[in-house]
């Protein structure tokens, strides 16, 4: 079994911190930022879904691609997030902004805690999903991109419905 504390785990920590020092001590070096984060998250995230589950459960192929593309969409939101608030457009991005980014962060936890069959991450990723689409909603943007963000949690709990009760 593999270590659960890797120099690549390491390596990807360091990148994320020194990408959180970018994004605050120099907010207009977003290029910067971006390589770092990426950097980073690429290399965690090969840690924790290289790293093998304690419960034996098989993932089934439409289970691991959904969960791949939340992944990569939480990381998007998170990012998009981000730019925003550092370049904002028309209007001043504040505190918003941040919040999605955090949601965007929390949805990326909570799905590689949902790959290694935690139940918490399962909780998270329904909570954070739905304060999403009702910031969305609140917030006066757009009800199809909210009402794609439910059906993403419904889609999410029908493909884990199989494996629920062995999720720890």
Known sequence: MKS???PVLLIGILLLVASALVYVLLPYRFGLFLAL???????????FLTLRSRVKVRRMMPLQVFLFLVLLDSL??????L?????????????????????GFLAYVSTLA???WKRWGLALFQGTSVALAA????????PILAGFIVLGVIALSLLLRSVRKQMV
Do not use: C
């Open 76 to 81: 998007f939101i998170t990012v998009y997030g």
């Open 37 to 47: 984060f990426v950097s980073g998250i690429v290399l965690v995230t090969f840690h």
């Open 83 to 103: 730019y925003s608030y550092t370049h904002p457009t028309s209007k001043p991005a504040g505190w918003a902004v941040l919040v999605v980014a955090g949601l």
């Open 4 to 6: 659960r504390f890797s």
């Open 135 to 142: 910031f969305i909603l609140f917030g006066g943007g757009s």
């Open 114 to 116: 949902i790959w290694h």
